[in-house]
């Protein structure tokens, strides 16, 4: 399985064939859905929280007592029936949505998103990214050449366009594409399901030793 480097100015440069254990797998729908969702959840950090009946403010006196009133019988003004009193079965930010993630599923499950992104012609790469100095200016001119590829003309678009995965890093690179909002910057050592199916484009660079990176996850 072939497929085409570019450089940085949107021009071809090489070839170089895709390992089809990685780039070949087939999609496995239950088990992509069982680590992004886990991956989200590990994410949340629940900040909604609702006081009980135990946590509110108030006195504990009885607010009349249990007989003789003829109106209803209460014990406590911390009542969630009573206006200012707790809250019954509300959201507690000591609640975890954390789930554990073994190691191979994770893997298996990006290959799996990398290779339907592959078939999909969502992944491009990149022989080498460049740039002397820290320029936001730099960094556009490189995404106006790529989106003059056949196929990535959405590299000009606003909203989650691509995910650069560089092969290390780069601090004028970073720099240069932190500016912009649809867009992230991460290495390929990190790379996971979660971070490339948010983006429509995957960006790689230096794919020689990108994908030794990636193919040394299998054990």
């Not at 993630?101 to 969502?122: D, P, Q, W």
């Amino acid at each position: 399985m072939n497929t085409v480097i570019y450089n940085q100015k949107g021009e071809q440069v090489g070839k170089i064939e895709l390992p089809p254990k990685v780039f070949n797998v087939k999609w496995n729908d239950a088990l992509v859905h069982q680590v992004v969702t886990s991956m989200t959840g590990n994410l949340r950090n629940p900040t909604a929280h609702a006081k009980t009946r135990g946590e509110v403010s108030g006195t504990g006196k009885k607010p009349w007592k249990q007989k003789g009133t003829g109106r209803a019988r209460h014990g406590s003004r911390r009542s969630p029936l009573w206006v200012g009193g707790g809250v019954a079965h509300g959201p507690r930010n000591e609640r975890d949505f954390s789930r554990k993630i073994n190691k191979k599923m994770k893997t298996k499950a990006l290959f799996a998103v990398l290779s339907r992104k592959n078939a999909e012609h969502e992944i491009l790469f990149i022989d080498n990214l460049s740039l002397p100095e820290a320029k936001t200016k730099e960094a556009k001119n490189i995404l106006t050449s790529l989106s003059k590829i056949n196929g990535y003309e959405r590299l000009n678009n606003r909203k989650n366009v691509a995910y650069l995965a560089l092969e290390g890093r780069s601090a004028p690179v970073e720099k240069s594409f932190k500016n912009f909002s649809n867009l992230e910057v991460g290495e390929v050592k990190n790379l996971n399901p979660l971070n490339v199916l948010q983006y429509k484009y995957l960006i790689i660079e230096n794919p020689e030793k990108s994908i030794a990176l990636l193919s040394s996850r299998i054990s």
